[in-house]
Structure formats: C-alpha cells, structure tokens
C-alpha cells in the first residue's frame, strides 16, 4: 500500500514588479524557511552594460563588502568557456564580468537563485544561481552559473539586487521559501 507524501514542497511567497527601479528590495525572509528560491525575469538595464548584485541584510545589517563569488560563463558563440570571480567585493556579481545586462536584448534575462544557511548564526548566507542572459538584439545567449557567500553569520531579513548606483533597471522577482522535508 501507499502512504502519505511526506513533508517538504515549495511555497509562494511574493512577487515584485519593478520598473525603472535602482534598488529590488525583497523582505519575505523568516525563520518558517531555511532555504528560499528567488526566480528574476524579464531583467532589462534602461542603460547598458550593467553588473546585477545580490546583496544581504543579515543580523539586521545591509552587507556592503567582503562578498565572495565566482562565476562560469558559455556563450552561444565560440568555444571557450570563461570565468569571473571575486573576493572583498561589494556584493554577489551574478552577470560576471563579461556579460552585463543589455538594453537591447528582446525577451529580457533571467535568473534562478537559491539562498541558503538564512536562519544560522554560525555561517554566513550562501547563494547559487543559473541565469541566462541575451545580448546582441537577440542574436547571443550567455548560460551564467555562479555561487557565492557573504562569511558575517546572522539571520537574513531581507536581500537586495542592484546595479550598484543610480543606473535603473526592470523586472519581475518572485520569492519561495522551502520547507524541510
């Protein structure tokens, strides 16, 4: 016989719109939730070449330095994969160096991020992310995979993407947490 399913599963917490926005800020984050699954879409710099940062409020301070993350870009074109990484830096670059946002892609970029360690006070947060950016009108699709960690242990109460200054951007993020199993 079959029992019950156990425990577990992904539960929708907020979505974002944002339109010509400097600073996304989402603050969904809460002890329910150990692991949270942010998914960005349809990502546009109004300015070109533009880095998207992740950065974290953890212990009831924004994190502005000391960021640790590497990333591994493939492109559509040519044969070489590249890669970018960093340490001290002023949040996660999930673009890399290479490949920032464009004003000219056709669908926009996307990116799928899972945050862990949120509730420890004895790690810091850790990300992983996918992304897919296009560039060139269309004609170039950039496969991002990137990880990375801020090493200051606290709670995590909320995270914010930037392109680090005044320059703008739009979009849509949706925020999951995910249960234990």
Known sequence: SWGEAG???????????????TTVTINDFSSTYDTYRIIVSG???????????????????????????????????GTSISFSNSSGNLGLIMTGNSYDLQTNTVGGNYFDIQIYNTNSTTIGVDARWDAQVIRGGGNEVVLLKGSGSHLTAGALSEVQLTLGGTETFTGNARIYGIAEV
């Open 7 to 21: 425990g577990g599963g992904t539960v929708f917490l907020a979505s974002y719109d944002f339109s010509a926005a």
């Open 43 to 77: 990502v546009k710099a109004i300015s070109g070449n533009q880095a998207l940062r992740l950065k974290f409020k953890t212990a009831g301070v924004l994190r502005g330095d000391d960021y640790l993350f590497s990333v591994i870009e493939l492109k559509s074109s």
